[in-house]
């Protein structure tokens, strides 16, 4: 039987090295830019931050999925980053501008 703390380690490890991969698709080396000590507190910082809240996961959902009882405890997770307003600034981009980069007018009733 293995020794549990072992069987731990490794699977903290393998999920590191799953989380690279989700983090640079294709880098040849991925498994060596997890250089520092994976704690299940980077995993769901990690998680609450790159996975979820920068692909608009809204904060509620990801607070519930984390089991904080008080959003406050999530809104710390949640700053941002320039791939978030990167995002955002696209999305708002998209409602105000035709494809041809015109204004979208809004019809009046």
Do not use: W
């Amino acid at each position: 039987m293995k020794n549990p703390d072992k069987v731990i380690k490794e699977a903290v490890k393998d999920a590191a090295h799953t989380l690279a991969e989700y983090l640079h698709p294709g880098e040849r080396n991925c498994k060596e830019t997890v250089n520092k000590l994976l704690t299940t507190h980077t995993a769901r910082h990690t998680f609450a931050t790159t996975i979820t809240l920068e692909n608009d996961v809204p904060i509620e959902t990801v607070s519930k999925m984390l089991g904080h009882k008080d959003i406050r405890t999530t809104q710390i997770y949640a700053k941002m980053t320039k791939r978030k307003i990167s995002n955002n600034m696209r999305t708002l981009h998209e409602k105000l501008f035709e494809m041809s980069g015109k204004l979208k007018l809004q019809e009046t009733d």
